[in-house]
């Protein structure tokens, strides 16, 4: 009796044995299917995230050769710019270069505000003296000339800019600033050749406002010596007056011409009717005289025709 109960006891706990693994694995089959589908969604999630960066690598890609065109356009204007300036910084230091730089200034701003007319201004004149002037300008109805030569102080100005407190520089520069106002002066002012005045071109805005706001004394030493100072935008403002005057005179000149044709032209006319009512008489009496003599070969006619009727009647 007792080994049939321990029989079914044991059949019993076989039974709840494969019970509990059948729905154990059923469990972990679930775990399994579920841990799949979560990898299998991950999976294509890193496919699309991979696809992305894949895209997002040939985007950057491109842009980076682009990058890298624009980087070789701009090193080849870097270049350019760095060789400008180089160049620039040559005119700067070279005293020589300096002047050329500021006379192909003053060609280019004449040649811009007045053209290529003789009739208003030329280059490197030679006055009487044996001095060449950069330039200088007709004055109308006048044989005088007006003289411009172009003054670039830009070393020791440049000096200021890099230490303003430098009394060294500020010294310097009037120095050379007054000496370009005296050869002026000196130079290109001959009484019966030139205008009474002469005009320092400087090829640079700003020492011509550095001199107006910081050097007074200067304006007035050139003002003293008949000197003009100029910067290429108030060398237009002298141009343009220039050009106005030429015009206004030329006009004048135009109106006393076609004043004295009208003149003119009323002479003739009055001579022409003269001749007109002279002619208009001439041929009013020659045509009474006409008529005169038209009555008289009528009368004479009328005679000889009578006279001969009467002789065949006679015979």
């Known amino acids: 009796m007792e080994l049939i109960l321990l029989v079914l006891l044991i059949a019993i706990l ?23 589908e979560q990898n299998e969604r991950e999976l294509i999630a890193s496919k699309s995230y991979h696809q992305s960066l894949a895209k997002s690598y040939e985007i950057l890609l491109g842009e980076l050769s682009k990058t890298k065109e624009y980087l070789g356009v701009s090193d080849a204007k870097l270049n350019l710019l760095t060789k400008t300036i180089r160049n620039m910084n040559d005119v700067m230091v070279n005293t020589k270069k300096r002047g050329n730089f500021g006379e192909y200034q003053l060609y280019h701003l004449l040649s811009l505000y007045l053209g290529h007319s003789s009739l208003l201004y030329e280059t490197q004149y030679h006055l009487s ?6 330039a200088i300008l ?36 009037r120095k050379n600033v007054k000496k370009h106002i005296h050869d002026i002066a000196e130079k290109y002012i001959i009484p019966q050749e ?26 007035e030493e050139a ?8 910067s290429p935008s108030t060398l237009m403002g002298v141009t343009m007056t220039l050009l106005a005057i030429t015009k206004d005179f030329q006009r004048a000149q135009n109106i006393e011409k076609i004043e004295k044709q009208l003149i003119s032209l009323k002479e003739d006319s009055d001579r022409m009717i003269q001749r007109y009512e002279k002619a208009y008489r001439s041929a009013n009496t020659l045509i009474k005289q006409l008529d005169d003599l038209h009555i008289s070969m009528d009368k004479i006619n009328g005679k000889i025709q009578g006279m001969y009727e009467g002789e065949e009647k006679d015979g």
């Open 138 to 173: 007709h004055i109308p109805n006048q044989k005088q000339v007006l003289c411009i030569d172009s003054k670039f102080p830009s070393e020791n100005y440049l000096r200021l800019v890099d230490d303003p407190s430098s009394v060294i520089a500020q010294r310097e520069l």
């Open 223 to 230: 003002h003293r010596h008949h000197v003009m100072m100029t």
């Open 14 to 36: 076989i039974m709840l044995v494969v019970i509990y693994m059948k729905f154990n694995r059923s469990d972990s089959f679930a775990r399994i299917e579920k841990g799949i």
């Open 194 to 219: 030139t205008s009474e005045e002469a005009i320092m071109f400087i090829p640079s805005e700003a020492i011509y406002l550095y001199l107006w706001e910081e050097e007074p004394q200067l304006i």
């Open 129 to 134: 003296n044996g001095k060449i002037a950069d």
